[in-house]
């Protein structure tokens, strides 16, 4: 274990107080926790002497409070005839608007806890803030044009049709620690928009920083459209679950937790899915790839934040003809990078946030060396109080646990291969299909393998790494990395269904339908144009 001085945290980055949350919201009032709490760590130190940093605590919930949550939600929605739900579009987008301002002055705050509690660093915690920002007035932008283009009768057959998106119900909504913002808000936000009521965990690590968008959440909309938990989630989402009431699981996590919580619904028919899950997305360079570009966008793709994204870049596939030269100047990329705290300047490797994932990549790294593989890059391995440097592996193997498991951290497994089948019948194999990067030049060759990689994953990154973004494009997966998608467009109509209100052209139902938009009486059935 080799100690590491870090440059003294500036005055504006200093925890000089810690937060010990004991509000929760539930029923449209900021309720206190009397009861039993679990305190928060920082893997980052504070002192000069090695020591996590108490930021603060949570309440520990559990299955009362749970179903308490979930009984607030239910009479919010009230089984579709609540406040929310029946509300006119233009007024839950005013809702969101009002939200979104309140929350754009808890910028600073937030940006604060996204450094401590989960160690990303100060540009990408304030591209995480901003880009949630963002995505929550490209969504209410998105809805304003869903609702314009629905603002008109169709006819077919000698009958008319009014037709709009009406909500599914009530969503329980559980987001990750790697982007415990933005990765929550992409569920969170169109759920309420499209009228659903939520109950909200957020997760194990970034859950502090929901604090100061407590007091938004409860005075920007009706009570119990918004309801927000602390606790373990098997001890608050399964007793949710297992009540049967919750009409949408929205989850980014892994398949096991999703499929452990779906198990327990006991009508499974009913249950709509809005899962973000796991992947394995490889690179693949072929012999003709531009050797600097492919070892920049490895770089990126593979140790973006440690590697805890699920959209990075887990394994490499090297063709055999370039595979010395990519290694050469991989490994030496890997071992330039400045380690450091997450407000130092011009950091790429920070700490990290779960304090037993150093030993845990260590695990992956001591199997596969055990099954011939070696560490090329000299620092790899390398152990800090809060970190384990990035082991670039190989030759890498499939009986090893790093070619199996989905590391989400900073250890790299490189494979290489003379024929392009080798890397497509692996990954027709996978469990996984979410995305690809693809580096090569020569048309011909790229062709038939978009074409085939088309069908395996969801997205092909040609000459660059994967990436969630930018989020007016679709997000989503095969096999079990995901269900439904998620994007600014998509997004809403994953929370919502088609529904509407149908007639047959006769002089009755024309004259009646003609006073009912005149008096304006009703929510759903207008052709008022939002501007």
């Given at each position: 274990?080799?100690?590491?001085?870090?440059?003294?945290?500036?005055?504006?980055?200093?925890?000089?107080?810690v937060i010990h949350?004991k509000?929760?919201l539930?029923g449209?009032e900021?309720?206190?926790?009397?009861?039993e709490?679990t305190?928060?760590?920082?893997t980052i130190?504070?002192?000069?002497?090695y020591?996590?940093?108490?930021?603060?605590?949570?309440?520990t919930?559990?299955?009362?409070?749970?179903?308490e949550?979930l009984?607030?939600a239910?009479s919010?929605?009230d089984?579709g005839q609540?406040?929310?739900?029946?509300?006119?579009?233009?007024?839950?987008i005013h809702?969101m608007e009002n939200?979104?301002k309140k929350?754009e002055?808890?910028?600073?705050?937030?940006?604060?806890?996204?450094?401590?509690?989960?160690?990303?660093?100060?540009?990408?915690s304030?591209?995480e803030f901003?880009r949630t920002?963002?995505?929550?007035?490209?969504?209410?932008?998105e809805?304003?044009?869903?609702?314009r283009?629905?603002?008109?009768?169709?006819?077919h057959d000698?009958?008319?049709?009014h037709?709009?998106?009406g909500?599914?119900?009530v969503?329980?909504?559980?987001?990750?620690y790697n982007?415990?913002l933005?990765?929550?808000?992409?569920l969170?936000?169109p759920?309420?928009?499209m009228?659903?009521?939520?109950?909200?965990?957020?997760?194990k690590?970034g859950?502090l920083?929901?604090?100061?968008?407590?007091?938004?959440?409860?005075?920007?909309f009706p009570?119990?459209?918004?309801n927000i938990?602390?606790?373990?989630g098997?001890?608050?989402a399964?007793?949710?679950?297992?009540s049967?009431?919750?009409d949408v699981?929205?989850?980014i996590?892994?398949?096991?937790?999703a499929?452990?919580?779906q198990?327990q619904?006991?009508k499974?028919n009913r249950l709509r899915?809005?899962?973000g899950l796991?992947a394995k997305?490889?690179?693949v360079v072929?012999?003709?790839?531009?050797?600097?570009?492919?070892?920049?966008?490895?770089?990126a793709?593979?140790?973006s934040?440690n590697?805890?994204?699920?959209?990075?870049?887990?394994v490499?596939?090297?063709?055999q003809?370039?595979?010395?030269?990519?290694?050469?100047?991989f490994?030496?990329a890997v071992d330039s990078?400045?380690f450091?705290n997450p407000?130092?300047e011009?950091v790429?490797?920070t700490?990290?946030?779960?304090?037993?994932?150093?030993?845990?990549?260590?695990e992956?790294?001591d199997?596969?060396?055990?099954k011939g593989?070696?560490?090329?890059n000299e620092?790899?391995?390398?152990r800090?109080d809060?970190y384990i440097?990035?082991a670039?592996?190989?030759?890498?193997?499939?009986?090893?646990r790093?070619y199996q498991?989905e590391q989400?951290?900073p250890?790299?497994p490189?494979?290489?291969f003379?024929e392009?089948?080798?890397?497509?019948?692996d990954?027709?194999?996978s469990?996984y299909?979410?995305?690809?990067?693809l580096f090569?030049k020569?048309?011909y060759t790229?062709?038939?393998?978009i074409?085939t990689?088309?069908n395996l994953?969801c997205r092909?990154?040609l000459?660059?790494?994967?990436?969630?973004g930018?989020d007016?494009?679709?997000f989503?997966?095969?096999k079990d990395?995901?269900?439904?998608t998620?994007s600014v467009?998509d997004?809403?109509?994953?929370?919502?269904?088609r529904?509407?209100?149908a007639?047959k052209?006769n002089?009755i139902?024309?004259?009646?339908?003609?006073?009912?938009?005149?008096?304006?009486?009703s929510?759903f059935?207008?052709?008022?144009y939002?501007?």
């Amino acid at each position: 274990m080799k100690k590491i001085t870090y440059k003294p945290i500036p005055e504006n980055r200093q925890i000089n107080e810690v937060i010990h949350q004991k509000a929760y919201l539930l029923g449209g009032e900021l309720r206190q926790w009397e009861g039993e709490t679990t305190e928060v760590y920082s893997t980052i130190s504070s002192t000069k002497d090695y020591a996590p940093t108490l930021l603060g605590s949570i309440p520990t919930m559990g299955e009362k409070e749970a179903l308490e949550a979930l009984g607030e939600a239910c009479s919010a929605y009230d089984k579709g005839q609540g406040v929310w739900p029946t509300m006119k579009v233009k007024d839950r987008i005013h809702c969101m608007e009002n939200f979104v301002k309140k929350m754009e002055t808890k910028r600073e705050e937030v940006v604060k806890l996204l450094m401590w509690e989960i160690g990303k660093s100060e540009p990408d915690s304030y591209k995480e803030f901003d880009r949630t920002v963002e995505y929550i007035y490209d969504t209410i932008e998105e809805y304003k044009e869903l609702d314009r283009n629905s603002a008109k009768f169709q006819k077919h057959d000698g009958v008319y049709a009014h037709i709009r998106r009406g909500p599914l119900g009530v969503v329980l909504c559980l987001g990750p620690y790697n982007y415990p913002l933005n990765e929550t808000f992409a569920l969170l936000i169109p759920a309420i928009i499209m009228g659903n009521t939520t109950i909200f965990k957020p997760a194990k690590h970034g859950v502090l920083l929901i604090t100061p968008l407590m007091e938004a959440f409860q005075s920007c909309f009706p009570k119990g459209v918004v309801n927000i938990l602390f606790g373990r989630g098997r001890a608050v989402a399964a007793p949710i679950m297992q009540s049967g009431k919750v009409d949408v699981l929205a989850l980014i996590g892994n398949s096991k937790s999703a499929n452990a919580l779906q198990e327990q619904h006991p009508k499974s028919n009913r249950l709509r899915l809005v899962l973000g899950l796991e992947a394995k997305n490889p690179a693949v360079v072929l012999p003709d790839a531009n050797l600097d570009l492919s070892v920049n966008e490895c770089i990126a793709g593979t140790l973006s934040f440690n590697g805890q994204r699920c959209t990075a870049l887990k394994v490499v596939y090297v063709h055999q003809d370039i595979k010395d030269a990519f290694l050469d100047k991989f490994s030496k990329a890997v071992d330039s990078l400045p380690f450091g705290n997450p407000w130092d300047e011009g950091v790429k490797l920070t700490p990290l946030p779960e304090p037993g994932k150093s030993d845990y990549i260590q695990e992956l790294i001591d199997d596969a060396m055990a099954k011939g593989a070696k560490i090329l890059n000299e620092r790899g391995g390398e152990r800090f109080d809060n970190y384990i440097w990035p082991a670039v592996l190989y030759p890498v193997t499939k009986d090893m646990r790093v070619y199996q498991e989905e590391q989400f951290g900073p250890v790299i497994p490189v494979v290489s291969f003379e024929e392009i089948s080798e890397p497509l019948d692996d990954m027709a194999e996978s469990n996984y299909g979410q995305q690809v990067s693809l580096f090569g030049k020569d048309v011909y060759t790229l062709s038939p393998l978009i074409d085939t990689l088309a069908n395996l994953v969801c997205r092909v990154n040609l000459n660059s790494s994967c990436q969630r973004g930018p989020d007016v494009y679709p997000f989503t997966g095969r096999k079990d990395s995901a269900q439904a998608t998620l994007s600014v467009h998509d997004a809403l109509r994953s929370f919502s269904i088609r529904t509407f209100v149908a007639f047959k052209d006769n002089e009755i139902n024309n004259e009646t339908v003609e006073q009912l938009l005149e008096a304006k009486v009703s929510n759903f059935l207008s052709t008022d144009y939002i501007l």
